[in-house]
């Protein structure tokens, strides 16, 4: 997998950090500041003029994409699927002059039309998809993009705003977001950006965390006074650190190989980093204890977003993710959206509330008792179930009618690859070029 340079937010766009330690990472490993908004890369001019190009002729052709109507359930009615056109010639899109495509002739230096495939999801920019991550390389969430993506161009992006914006601006194909961990649980800031901005889930990946401790070389624990890493990943390894009887604070830091950047670019030999033993390498820092989270079964779950979804199957096993509000009147709303999938026999395998960002608390005046404070949440919901089963489309029906906001985040293969610690074995996906799995049976 290739790495490339640091993408960072622009400057006065800081999205909020939670509070975390913001450090500088001044004359640390060959990072280079990048803007988004000028879309300022270094060395990819070509690649990126002929994005425009794409991003022009597709700017033309209005809200169809791949020849169906995107899913739409935001406030409005389950979409039928519409049987994808075959494209004419098969053909892929063409980022070369036009004459050398047409061979000569009169037709010669004519535009070409745009063809439905060349709206395909798939990379327009040569063979290597390119990824875009939060952290720095030796990240965990660098090494879910690998997973999810064997033999990409991950790009590493300095917050997780950046990852989702880089893929809006064409900069990358494809975001991969850390969104739940089995110890720390959710991580809510993605769940946000997931409502905030409009990509789509389009896979997801498990990826057993494995964390080190580390210091610059020399250094023995008992120099140590303060140990960074990514408030995951302190909360990951917190019992294990106490036991340890290490007497250190603990701060919080953008990700953990950052952290570990961090320490190694300042030479600071009383601070210790917890992160991945490829990080560990990359800035060449000691592992002083190696498996130090409190659980030898953590486990992250990242999703993998794109600018399109993909087209649900029901030749293997699939999920499918949501988030609705409701502010009708109205007792039990939840159970009745739970019941919906229960009745149908569709399995949730998560379910999680937010504060509504517009409206997060309601008053309902009662004049004999006072005012009553109810916060509103947005639910986001996973099933197990394909958008392309009816069962699926019709508890979303269902779902509709209780709620006041409806939207598909994605339907997209579950990640079925055996759970071994450190295992990297790749993941077969409708959104990659692999081949899928055998197919289980389809309801
Ligand atoms: O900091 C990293 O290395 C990340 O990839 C982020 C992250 C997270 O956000 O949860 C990913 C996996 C681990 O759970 C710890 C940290």
């Known amino acids: 997998m290739a790495t490339a340079s640091l993408i960072k937010a622009p400057v006065g766009q800081s999205p909020g950090t939670g509070g975390r330690m913001v450090a500088g990472r001044g004359g640390g490993g060959g990072v280079v500041r990048c803007s988004l908004q000028g879309a300022v890369v270094g060395g990819r001019a070509e690649w990126q003029s002929s994005c425009a190009v794409l991003s022009s002729k597709v700017a033309g052709l209005g809200p169809a994409v791949n020849g169906r109507a995107a899913p739409s359930f935001v406030n409005g009615h389950v979409a039928p699927l519409v049987p994808e056109p075959a494209a004419k010639d098969g053909a892929g899109l063409d980022l070369v002059p036009v004459s050398s495509v047409n061979g000569g002739g009169a037709a010669r230096n004519l535009p070409q039309p745009l063809r439905i495939s060349d709206l395909s999801p798939a990379p327009m920019h040569g063979s290597q998809l390119r990824v875009a991550y939060q952290g720095v390389p030796g990240a965990y969430s660098e090494k879910a993009a690998g997973k999810a993506y064997p033999g990409c161009d991950a790009i590493p992006c300095d917050q997780f705003e950046v990852a989702f914006s880089a893929v809006e601006l064409w900069i990358a194909d494809r975001a991969v977001l850390p969104v739940e961990n089995s ?214 029906a269902e779902v509709q009618e209780y709620t006041s906001f409806l939207r598909v985040l994605g339907s997209y293969p579950m990640d079925m690859t055996p759970m071994t610690a450190g295992s990297s074995s790749t993941v077969t996906s409708s959104d990659s070029s692999s081949p899928p799995p055998p197919s289980p049976s389809s309801t």
């Open 183 to 396: 110890l720390g649980g959710s991580i809510h800031r993605n769940y946000d950006l997931l409502l905030r901005h409009r990509l789509h889930i389009v896979g997801e990946v498990q990826l057993p965390v494995h964390h080190c401790l580390m210091a610059l070389p020399g250094v023995r624990k008992e120099c140590l006074t303060r140990v960074i890493s990514h408030p995951q990943a302190l909360a990951q390894c917190e019992h294990t650190l106490t036991a340890m009887g290490l007497n250190v604070v603990r701060e919080a830091f953008d990700d953990t190989a950052g952290a570990a950047e961090y320490v190694a670019a300042n030479g600071l030999r009383d601070t210790a980093a917890i992160a991945s033993s490829r990080a560990a390498e990359l800035y060449g820092m000691e592992v002083l204890a190696d498996g130090i989270q409190d659980d030898c079964g953590n486990v992250t779950r990242f999703v993998m977003l794109a600018r399109e979804p993909i087209v649900p199957r029901t030749d293997r096993p699939f999920k499918t993710s949501i988030v609705f509000a409701h502010d009708k009147e109205g007792t039990s709303v939840l159970f009745k959206v739970l019941s919906a999938f229960a009745f149908r026999d569709i399995t949730l395998t998560k379910i999680e509330s937010r504060p509504h960002r517009h409206r997060p608390i309601r008053l309902v005046d009662d004049a004999n008792v006072g005012t009553a404070k109810h916060f509103e949440y947005m639910f986001y919901v996973d099933f197990q179930a394909s958008l392309a089963e009816p069962r699926a489309q019709n508890a979303l």
